[in-house]
């Protein structure tokens, strides 16, 4: 019996195998369904009014807020032209920007921004990544940073100026010890919530040490890593603003020395007009971490269509 | 206890495997001296009602886990094992989780790409290699899986309820696939499962567990007689069988 049936089901096995390929092609064409290229456009364009409407919405009540505030005299000097309208303080600002004084601060800023930020994210990654792996560091260290992101870093800052005097340094290292916690803590919660169903799948694999950490641990972590980096930038923000307000630096011109000349001056609107640049500054960064958050999201299909972009 | 054939012939040996979660009073016997032989190509499901440490079995078969007592020898083969979830890399496109599994192995990068678009085109998913995991369907997913579990080269293949989250149809037709690449590459296979048709449908042998504590109570040698259907007399048969006597089993545990 046995003997001849297999022959017999031998050749229908080969005729079966390509009987069940279209099979399975079938069924998977169902499961997924198509999506049109028309279809794709005009999301795409619903998509982009969506990313611009809360924006200029944002703008029209900060605008409205202002108008608000020339107009219920709370100063009572309305009339000096201490307080001007809105229309009136941006042509003011549109006429710091073609100084150039304006723009220098805006690069000094920018200058100890991107310095301040880079320190902090090679040490705050460098920490995060000894002490995810070094199980007690982790249990000694854990409190010690998250401890250090509750504390304002203003409070750093006569410690920084005893230590570096009245000068960048003394920014740039309270940046570093306000953003590198974030940092430091987004790698250490990424490393933990690895799901380790990946673990035991890498771990079959024959992935070991190092490439352990480079093809699995790493990746999986980049989302609560690019959160952590997102909340690093916050705080470096932070502490760069308070510390141009309080280290005034002989010869460097800076937002913070705009906006305390402002005060200096009594020029209200022109601190005004300081707040909005560093405002704009401040969305313009935070749209490009979002971005980021958003494509990393995408790619893993962490994001639904409904999603608010 | 299955004397089947030389040691040379075996792929896997259990002896008096325990494993015990916790201790004193509380602690929770999964298996219990639970001794099983699988023999070289063969393909063996174990059937159990949820509890029987089934899963705890494949773990450490793989070395995932250690059990309390007992030894298990694979003979120094290579071993990959399937989950119910297919675990799959979301950050990776399905060609690169199959060659994820060759780097691992230390694969030459010329050679993986290769190596990994064949592996794609034995579950039928080449057409789909530059997709992500959510992009693809539960059964597409999972057939991916298997691409990276044969990527591993492995002589023993576990797979614990592979096909346990898939409806039906999908399920039936990567029977059919399972077997058409397990015949071809003399695989042994070592498949948890509690749907008993499956089991019957699949396997040269079922081995039934009670449990907790895990034990065999039963085996059934499932004879090679040509193509099995899911919905084939043989099987039915069979399956009405273990199904009878599983349900005796659980009774007996109230």
Redesign the interface.
Same mark, same amino acid.
């Given at each position: 019996m046995a003997s001849t049936q297999t022959s017999g089901a031998h050749t229908s096995g080969a005729a079966g195998t390509a009987g069940q390929s279209a099979a399975i092609a079938g069924l998977d064409s169902v499961e997924l369904g198509a999506v049109s290229t028309a279809r794709r456009r005009g999301r795409l364009a619903r998509m982009a009014w969506k990313a611009t409407w809360p924006k200029l919405l944002a703008i029209g009540l900060a605008l409205g807020a202002w108008q608000l505030f020339y107009l219920s005299n709370f100063h009572g000097d309305t009339a000096t032209g201490l307080v001007k309208a809105p229309g009136a303080g941006l042509a003011s600002l549109r006429e710091e920007l073609q100084h150039a004084q304006l723009w220098q601060a805006i690069g000094n800023t920018a200058q100890t921004a991107v310095t301040g930020y880079l320190l902090a994210l090679v040490i705050g990654s460098v920490i995060g990544a000894i002490v995810s792996r070094i199980p007690p560091l982790r249990a000694a260290t854990g409190s010690i940073i998250s401890g250090l992101q509750t504390m304002p870093s203003i409070a750093w800052f006569p410690f920084a100026i005893i230590l570096f005097g009245t000068s960048v340094s003394a920014i740039l290292f309270v940046m570093v010890l306000g953003a590198a916690p974030s940092i430091a803590n987004g790698l250490i919660t990424g490393v933990d919530y690895t799901p380790s169903l990946l673990l035991r799948a890498g771990r079959t694999m024959g992935l070991r040490g190092v490439a352990l950490y480079r093809y699995l641990i790493l990746p999986a972590s980049l989302p609560a890593y690019l959160a952590g980096l997102k909340q690093g930038w916050a705080f470096a923000w932070r502490s760069l603003m308070a510390g141009e307000l309080l280290v005034i630096i002989v010869g460097h011109v800076s937002l913070g020395i705009l906006l305390n000349n402002a005060q200096d001056n009594q020029d209200l609107t022109g601190a005004i007009s300081i707040m909005i640049v560093i405002l704009v500054i401040g969305i313009i960064v935070d749209a490009v971490f979002t971005k980021a958050d958003l494509a990393v999201r995408r790619r893993r299909g962490l994001l639904t269509d409904g999603q608010p972009v | 206890m299955n004397a089947r054939g030389a040691s040379g012939d075996t792929a896997i040996r259990l002896t008096e495997i325990s494993k015990v979660y916790g201790r004193g009073p509380g602690a929770v016997h999964a298996v219990d001296k639970l001794s099983l032989t699988v023999g070289r190509g063969e393909f063996v499901c174990l059937v159990g009602a949820s509890g029987c440490g089934k899963s705890t079995l494949l773990s450490i078969v793989?070395?995932?886990d250690m059990p309390t007592a007992g030894q298990v020898d694979t003979g120094g083969r290579r071993?990959?094992?399937m989950?119910q979830?297919p675990?799959?890399?979301?950050?990776?496109t399905a060609r690169r989780n199959v060659e994820?599994?060759l780097?691992?192995?230390k694969v030459r990068t010329d050679e993986r790409r290769r190596r990994a678009i064949r592996l794609l085109e034995t579950v039928?998913l080449s057409d789909?290699a530059d997709k992500?995991?959510? +992009?693809?369907?539960g @059964?597409?997913r999972q057939r991916v899986a298997l691409a990276?579990a044969l990527a591993?080269d492995a002589d023993v293949l576990l797979m614990d309820e592979p096909f346990g989250a898939l409806d039906a149809?999908?399920r039936d037709?990567l029977h059919? +696939?399972l077997e058409?690449i397990c015949s071809g590459r003399s695989l042994t296979v070592l498949f948890v499962t509690h749907n008993v048709r499956e089991a019957a449908r699949l396997s040269d042998r079922v081995v039934l567990l009670s449990s907790r504590p895990g034990r065999v109570i039963e085996e059934y040698d499932v004879?090679?007689? @040509?193509?099995r259907r899911i919905d084939s007399a043989s099987v039915a048969d069979l399956a009405s069988t273990v199904t009878d006597r599983l349900r005796e089993e659980m009774r007996r545990d109230g």
């Open positions: - | 793989a070395g995932l071993v990959a094992i989950f979830e675990a799959l890399f979301p950050w990776l994820l599994a780097r691992a192995m039928h789909f992500r995991p959510h +992009e693809l369907s @059964g597409m990276r591993q149809m999908t037709l059919d +696939e058409r004879p090679r007689t @040509g193509p």
